[in-house]
């Protein structure tokens, strides 16, 4: 919309402002090689490089360079390989160890894990998959990417096999979708100034972090800042 720049002077006077105290990291998600590169000068704290459309040996080449550059100014980075899922074990395992090794901090893993709704036949998560995965990486955090709409007790699971950070998106988005949808049929929109953006918005927002409260609970990860 109006760049990294923007977005990074944004949240650090919202930190300033707002006197939080818990560690904000300001991630960059599923960002090119060119946006990766620019979200690091404009002052991102974590980037994901996503490198998953490229072959094997083009991915591993620019996540070494992104890898170098962000870490040189003490920034964390994340990375995925492609094409993971429902190939044998051992590629699996070659694959993600070549980018393991490269020094990145986190790496996405592909195990069934799909990025919006999941459909009525989804057949879950492949533990074996990440059984695998973890085997040649040790202990390299993962990243369960697609969380919203996985059943808790697989993403429990998950963690304990190592999966330490999950992205939720859709779950927040449906949140604020249902939030907003039940103001705007109780036509609390037509009531004095109630088209008023800040208060036709206001309880979608809330169910966010009613969403992003339980989320937390669920992962286990309050109080772990």
Partial sequence: MTGYTTVAAMVKAMVEALNITVPVALHLDHGSYEGAKAALDAGFSSIMFD???YGIEENIEKTKEIVELCHSKGVSVEAEVGSIGGEEDGVIGKECRSIADLG???LAAGIGNIHGKYPANWEGLDFDALDAIQAETGKLPLVLHGGSGIPDEMIKKAITLGV???NVNTECQLYFQEAT???IEAGKDLEGKGYDPRKLLAPGAEAI???VKD???VFGCIGKA
């Fill in 51 to 53: 490198g998953s459309h």
């Fill in 104 to 106: 990145v901090d986190f």
């Fill in 164 to 166: 330490s950070k999950v």
């Fill in 181 to 183: 949808r039940k103001y």
């Fill in 209 to 211: 972090k009613q969403c």
């Fill in 215 to 217: 989320r937390m609970e």
